[in-house]
């Protein structure tokens, strides 16, 4: 099954996750520009009615991109909206997706039939993340176009199945856009990413290290300066498991090796901790594949690395496997 049109002007099969606090309209435009989805979680607009205003800029600042630029318009956009009941914001937000028309609405912590009708409403594309089949198909059943697999390794709230195994089993049933998440931070695995059978990767840790994000030099430094074996997966700062940065952990005085564990009913920091920091702010969230990241710089940069690798991943394959079908392409 084809993409639908909204990602034609896609230059690399890649959508920009949503990073909580980190995400801000430099970023998403940044991505945008640079020929892949850029998104943001819509609470990152504080308070509510900032929402407005950076909807309000991208939407300009994109128009005024494409017609400077026709030859190589900027990507689509998305923001992502937290479905959970304890988000109060969801309604009014929603709303202002449907004003400015966001091209693509990304939909977590639960599916709700409403808020697949109103960005239908207007010919926007709903994904939903997920973390097992059973969900995914839960998401489909409720309305949604496609699906994002949140594999092992992600970044923040991460599942624990393997890429290969999710994507299998989500492909057995749904012939719709499949984006995957976990670990990727560099070409050769975006390519990876479409030869198991997804559509697009969706990496969210290689962009906290940009100029652009809204992260501490210090958090941008710790993804450079770590890698895989420096990421703690536990549940004890919201209640939901998660992949951290094992250097955050420790400057909060605590042991990554002997954490305890939370009440997974509660969304918040976690008993047993230290409640004077916070998840996402004090505690750092991050993926396993930041070894790929070398260094801090423009998020143009970092597409353009990304777009090199995959070209010489394809071309190694080509070597190896001459007769191999084509990964599923973009425009």
Not at 228 to 246: E, K, M, P, Q
Not at 290 to 315: C, F, H, L, P, W
Not at 325 to 331: E, G, L, T
């Amino acid at each position: 099954m084809a993409l639908p049109p909204v990602f034609d002007t896609l230059r690399l099969p890649v959508v920009g996750a949503p990073l909580f606090i980190i995400s801000n309209p430099d970023l998403v435009i940044a991505q945008c520009k640079a020929g892949i989805v850029g998104s943001f979680p819509s609470l990152n607009a504080r308070p509510a009615h900032v929402l407005d205003e950076w909807l309000d800029r991208i939407t300009t600042e994109l128009a005024e991109y494409d017609a400077a630029h026709p030859e190589t318009p900027s990507a689509p956009f998305a923001v992502n909206q937290i479905v959970h009941g304890s988000n109060d914001r969801l309604e009014h937000d929603l709303e202002m997706c449907v004003k400015y028309k966001v091209p693509i609405v990304i939909t977590s912590l639960g599916a709700k039939e409403h808020v697949n009708e109103a960005i239908h409403s207007y010919g926007g594309v709903v994904l939903h993340d997920i973390i097992n089949n059973r969900f995914a198909k839960k998401a489909i059943e409720k309305g949604a176009d496609g699906l994002i697999a949140v594999a092992a390794g992600a970044g923040g709230h991460a599942g624990v199945q393997s890429p290969f195994a999710l994507v299998q089993e989500i492909r057995e049933w749904f012939d719709g856009p499949l984006l995957l998440s976990g670990s990727i931070a560099n070409g050769s695995a975006v390519l990876g990413a479409q030869a198991m059978g997804a559509d697009l990767a969706y990496i969210g840790s290689a962009f906290i290290a940009t100029e652009e994000a809204n992260a501490e030099q210090a958090y941008k430094q710790s993804i450079v300066d770590n890698a895989a074996s420096d990421i703690v997966y536990t549940n004890l700062f919201t209640g939901v498991h998660g992949n951290y940065l094992r250097p955050s952990i420790e400057a909060a005085g605590l042991d990554p090796d002997n954490l305890p564990q939370s009440d997974p009913s509660a969304m918040n920091f976690g008993s047993g901790g230290n409640q004077d920091k916070k998840a996402w702010k004090d505690i750092w969230g991050c993926g396993q594949g930041i070894g790929a990241v070398k260094s801090v710089g423009k998020t143009a940069e970092v597409v353009v690395r990304m777009q090199d690798e995959y070209a010489a991943a394809r071309n190694r394959l080509a070597a190896i496997a001459p007769t191999a079908a084509p990964a599923r392409q973009v425009a």
